[in-house]
């Protein structure tokens, strides 16, 4: 079972199919089984159709204070 850090560090290239096979099934195990992690996922997919092809939002260290700030900028 990969950790929530590491999902977490791979969910943009998740998103972007941009993992191994093994670590996409990993991944998807994980996210059945870890509702935070599943969250985050839900979340920083809205936030990147939001973005768009600008392509701001980076892998999500620090990833809180990031959204708030991105939110802040460009949500209200
Ligand atoms: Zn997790």
Do not use: W
Not at 10 to 18: A, C, E, I, K, R
């Amino acid at each position: 079972m990969v950790s929530c850090r590491k999902v977490v560090a791979s969910l943009s290239d998740y998103q972007d199919n941009d993992v191994s096979p093994a670590l996409r099934r990993e991944i998807e195990a994980h996210l059945r089984n870890c509702v935070s992690c599943s969250v985050l996922l839900d979340s920083t997919g809205k936030l990147l159709r939001i973005v768009g092809d600008e392509r701001i939002f980076e892998v999500p260290v620090g990833y809180s204070d990031r959204l708030h700030r991105f939110l802040d900028a460009h949500v209200i």
